[in-house]
């Protein structure tokens, strides 16, 4: 058997007090993922009880394979380095007597690599297609809100014909609803930004969690405070662009509490994948139909 490959991640929100951690394990011929919540914990927390529930995995893993662990944890990351045998070594405490934080979590951690050959990759910014980006993404869904609605919205551009289509994919606790649509726009972002619009329409005033993986979205939206004060125009007088859309957004969020969340584009996200497949048909459909009436026309 070859390495086996663990991509741990750990979130946590300071407003929810709720935490996630996500995990994938890949052994060379398959690839399994697991994810979990934990309340009242902190960022590294639930990154050590992700890692624990990683190994847990490995029971019936040969004793000396070689594991790798790959992390945005630099705590965990360094931990598996070597600081662990360290903190033992030390009965857990570090300078002035003071305990290591979580050190019954640690402890656990050193029981079961005991018998593995472990080394630590420490990844802050990884690849939107790699197997940590997953992890990041399944700690972050777990760490979301149980009742919470998620909308995965997207938008799709044709330069050529100008057309552009959205698409909507709605996970209300496991019951799915897709919508998508098409209308001629001058540009990408537009489109984008109508996508966001249209699945908060369809929500009909239920609070969620959006996700998108356009950044013109993700910073306008997080401008719109100020921007609203301005009159939708930038300190220079100019106006903002597709303001009309920014103020439809607006009025749409005075009645519902949502929260939006940037995720990468093309990363393997099952329902953000098929947004933007419903969006790219839209929009193609539209280009068909638009042919289809000309020439019969002419």
Not at 6 to 31: P, R, T
Not at 90 to 113: D, Q, T
Not at 172 to 177: F, L, T
Not at 211 to 221: C, K, M, Q, Y
Request: glycine share 10%; hydrophobic share 40%; aromatic share 8%.
């Amino acid at each position: 058997m070859g390495a086996i490959t663990l991509y741990i991640s750990g979130k946590y929100s300071l407003e929810s007090l709720v935490g996630g951690w996500g995990c994938v394990i890949d052994d060379g011929s398959s690839v399994r993922e697991f994810s979990g919540e934990c309340r009242k914990a902190s960022p590294n927390r639930v990154t050590l009880i992700g890692m624990i529930q990683a190994l847990h995995a490995l029971c019936h893993v040969p004793s000396g394979s070689a594991v790798i662990v790959e992390t945005g944890n630099k705590l965990l990351a360094e931990g598996l380095a070597g600081k662990v045998h360290q903190w033992r070594a030390k009965g857990w405490k570090a300078k002035a007597g003071i305990h290591i934080p979580h050190s019954e979590l640690w402890r656990k951690i050193l029981k079961l690599i005991e018998r593995f050959k472990v080394t630590a990759r420490f990844v802050q910014d990884p690849h939107e297609d790699s197997l940590l980006c997953r992890a990041q993404f399944l700690a972050h869904t777990a760490q979301l809100e149980k009742r919470a609605v998620r909308v995965f919205v997207d938008g799709s551009f044709l330069p050529k014909h100008k057309a552009g289509g959205w698409g909507v994919v709605i996970d209300d606790q496991g019951s799915v609803h897709e919508s998508s649509g098409a209308m001629f726009v001058p540009d990408n972002n537009v489109m984008e930004l109508i996508a966001v619009i249209r699945g908060l329409e369809l929500l009909k005033g239920k609070d969620a969690v959006l996700f998108t993986d356009s950044e013109f979205v993700r910073l306008g939206w997080l401008q719109m405070d100020v921007r609203r004060q301005n009159n939708w125009r930038h300190p220079g007088g100019i106006r903002v662009a597709h303001h009309t859309w920014w103020q439809r957004l607006d009025a749409l969020l005075a009645n519902v509490g949502v929260r939006i969340e940037w995720i990468k584009g093309h990363s393997g996200i099952k329902h953000n994948e098929t947004a933007d497949r419903l969006a790219g048909e839209a929009a193609r459909d539209s280009v068909l139909e638009r042919t289809n009436r000309i020439s019969m026309a002419s």
